[in-house]
C-alpha cells in the first residue's frame, strides 16, 4: 500500500521557515518525480516545487523560486520542503505527491498524500 505522510507544518511569523518532511512508503520512491503541492482557500491547486529520481533535476514555481529548496533522501524514501523568507500568500495546506514523469498538473500525480497545514500569520 502507497503512502505519502507530510509532516513540519504549523504556525509561523513572515520572514520565518518551516521545513517540510514527506515519507514514503509501499514503493520505491527512487525512481519517481516527487512534488510539493499547495492549495489556499478559494484558489487553484499549485504545484510548487519538484525533484527528479536522481535529485539532479528541480522545479519551482515562481512565486517560491529563491525562498523555497525541495531535497530528497533516496535511502530514506523522504522528500523535503526547505521554506524561508515566508509570506501570508504561502499559508496553505501543502501536499507531498509523486508521479512517474514531470508534469505540472496536479492531475498527472500518481499518489498523494494527506496534507500539511502552513500558515503565516503575525
Known amino acids: 500500500q502507497v503512502q505519502l505522510v507530510e509532516s513540519g507544518g504549523g504556525l509561523v511569523q513572515p520572514g520565518g521557515s518551516l521545513r517540510l518532511s514527506c515519507a514514503a512508503s509501499?514503493?520505491?520512491?527512487?525512481?519517481?518525480?516527487m512534488y510539493w503541492v499547495r492549495q489556499a482557500p478559494g484558489k487553484e491547486r499549485e504545484t510548487v516545487a519538484a525533484?527528479?529520481?536522481?535529485?539532479?533535476?528541480?522545479y519551482y514555481a515562481d512565486s517560491v523560486k529563491g525562498r523555497f529548496t525541495i531535497s530528497r533522501d533516496n535511502a530514506k524514501n523522504t522528500v523535503y520542503l526547505q521554506m524561508n523568507s515566508l509570506k501570508p500568500e504561502d499559508t496553505a495546506v501543502y501536499y507531498c505527491?509523486?508521479?512517474?514523469?514531470?508534469?505540472?498538473?496536479?492531475?498527472?500525480?500518481?499518489?498523494w498524500g494527506q496534507g500539511t497545514q502552513v500558515t503565516v500569520s503575525s
Open positions: 509501499g514503493f520505491t520512491s527512487s525512481y519517481y518525480w
Open positions: 525533484i527528479s529520481w536522481s535529485g539532479l533535476s528541480t
Open positions: 505527491a509523486t508521479g512517474a514523469k514531470f508534469s505540472r498538473a496536479g492531475s498527472d500525480y500518481d499518489y
